[in-house]
C-alpha cells in the first residue's frame, strides 16, 4: 500500500470510529411507549391504543398482535410501519420529551395517533 493510500484508509478509519460509536449511543427516546391511533371514518374502527418500544432508535412492538418497525431520529421525527395479519399502516410524526403526535395512512383509512412515554 502506498503512503497515500495507508493515509487515506487511516483518515477514513479515524473518521468512521466515532460515527459508529454515536450510532451505538441510546436514544433519549428509548423506552415503552404507548401510541393511541384514531380513525378519521367511522368504517375504519374506534381507535386503539399499541405499545411499542424504542431501542437505539429503533421501533418495535411490544405486542404479540402488532408487529412494528420503524426509526426515531435524534431530533423527534419519527417513521414507523404497523401491521397486523394482511392489515397495514405507515405513520409518521415527531416525539419531543414524553409525548409525540402525527398522522397515519392504511390502504383504505387515515388517521392520526398520539404517543405517551410510559
Known amino acids: 500500500m502506498t503512503g497515500f493510500r495507508k493515509g487515506l484508509f487511516a483518515t477514513i478509519v479515524a473518521i468512521s470510529f466515532p460515527l459508529t460509536q454515536a450510532a451505538a449511543a441510546t436514544s433519549s427516546f428509548d423506552g415503552a411507549w404507548n401510541v393511541r391511533i384514531a380513525s378519521s371514518s367511522q368504517a375504519c374502527g374506534n381507535g386503539a391504543t399499541v405499545a411499542i418500544g424504542i ?8 405486542s404479540a ?54
Open 55 to 62: 431501542n437505539n432508535g429503533q421501533i418495535a412492538s411490544s
Open 65 to 118: 398482535a402488532v408487529t412494528a418497525s420503524g426509526r426515531v431520529a435524534d431530533a423527534g421525527s419519527i417513521n414507523v410501519t404497523l401491521s397486523t395479519g394482511i392489515k397495514r399502516a405507515v405513520g409518521f410524526g415527531r416525539l419531543s420529551g414524553t409525548s409525540g403526535a402525527g398522522t397515519w395512512r392504511g390502504t383504505m383509512c387515515t388517521g392520526t395517533w398520539t404517543a405517551e412515554k410510559m
